[in-house]
């Protein structure tokens, strides 16, 4: 038995082809530095860290929505191992995502992304681009991407996977400094004083939390019916007319653009959504390098309820869901 390890997982489902899904439980390994077993077992795992990673018979346990069971799962590799088990510990990742297409399922794990075909029980090693441990991986209208801010700062790379070659390549799709781009749109960090409220930056229309009433211990009865007209975008519309009211140091020489964070790709174009410090939501067309501001991140009454807990755990775009398994009406298919 291997220490410092958890379990993370993963959802393996596309419901335009049917309603049944698989949930896979990957291994994440911990930096024995940052964390114990605790068990005070006298065992040299020095052999197991330095075993084959992933090995040869790859045993995953999988949860099937058409068994409603948990059951063992084995694959066997098509192509090398990633290292070993030492050399997982040594990227401690933020976050790690997966993307399901076309029967295969793609997985994060720390310094590559494996991706698992169930139709075959075949799992293959894909290296990270540029040996990158920090990536947000996802799919858009070629197939699959990830992307990386470099340092958290504005330089944003995106890269495409090659799946014709028989090695697989990360592909680099755009390589670019936001800096400029934010500069031209002065979309400055919104920053915020507890202070004096009305001299906080304004950003654009909040967020709204979908389907929870958030006024719940403010005695409020009925809510009214929440307008999004005003603070709706559409991946169709043109961002010529985009402004945004933030403003810059008063004598126009510095710039402060906060730091950066992915929050996923738009699934059928070429649109990367991004976090600017935690607060302001933004799309980024690949093709067109232009930005809009899609305003404030934080639902109303968001700093009121959870003010200390300013974070973004997880993100994840919008993707079509049959509303008839929910008791809707007719199998109807919505994108946004």
């Keep these: 038995m291997m220490a410092n390890i958890f379990q993370e997982e993963y959802l393996a489902y ?23 077993s605790g068990s005070g077992d006298e065992v040299d795992y020095s052999a197991i860290e330095q075993s084959e990673w992933p090995p040869a018979k790859f045993t995953l346990q999988v949860f099937s929505s058409a068994t409603g069971r948990w059951e063992e799962r084995s694959f066997v590799p098509q192509g090398e191992a990633a290292g070993t088990v030492a050399d997982m510990r040594r990227y401690c990742c933020d976050r790690r995502n997966a993307v399901y297409r076309r029967g295969q399922l793609y997985v994060h794990c720390q310094n590559f992304v494996m991706r698992i075909s169930l139709s075959n029980d075949k799992y ?12 947000y991986l ?14 958290r700062c504005s330089r944003l790379q995106v ?15 755009h390589d670019r400094d936001l800096l400029q781009l934010l500069m031209k749109n002065k979309l400055e960090e919104p920053r915020l004083n507890y202070y ?15 389907d929870t009433n958030y ?21 169709d519309a043109s961002d010529d007319d985009e402004t945004s009211e933030c403003g810059v140091d008063p004598d126009g020489r510095s710039f402060y653009c906060g730091y950066f964070d992915i929050l996923g790709f738009h699934p059928y174009k070429e649109i990367i959504f991004l976090s600017q410090s935690i607060r302001r939501g933004l799309a980024y067309h690949l093709n067109g390098s232009t930005i809009q501001d899609l305003g404030n991140l ?14 973004i755990e997880s993100s994840f775009p919008y993707t079509p869901c049959w509303v008839e398994q929910f008791g809707y009406g007719q199998s109807t298919v919505y994108r946004k």
């Design 14 to 36: 596309d419901p335009a082809v049917s309603p049944h899904y698989q949930v896979f439980s990957f291994p994440y390994f911990v930096s024995p530095a940052y964390s114990s």
């Design 124 to 135: 293959r090693v894909i290296k990270s681009p540029a040996g990158n441990a920090e990536l």
């Design 138 to 151: 996802g799919k858009s209208e070629k197939g699959i991407y990830c992307a990386s801010f470099q340092g």
């Design 159 to 173: 890269w495409i996977l090659n799946e014709s070659c028989a090695s697989m390549e990360w592909v680099l799709k």
């Design 196 to 210: 004096n409220p009305s001299h906080n930056q304004k950003v654009r229309g909040p967020w709204i939390l979908q």
């Design 215 to 235: 006024n719940y211990n403010k005695g409020v009865k009925t809510m009214k019916a929440l307008v999004r007209k005003k603070f709706e975008w559409s991946s």
């Design 298 to 311: 934080y639902p109303k009454g968001y700093e009121d309820e959870l003010s200390n807990e300013q974070l």
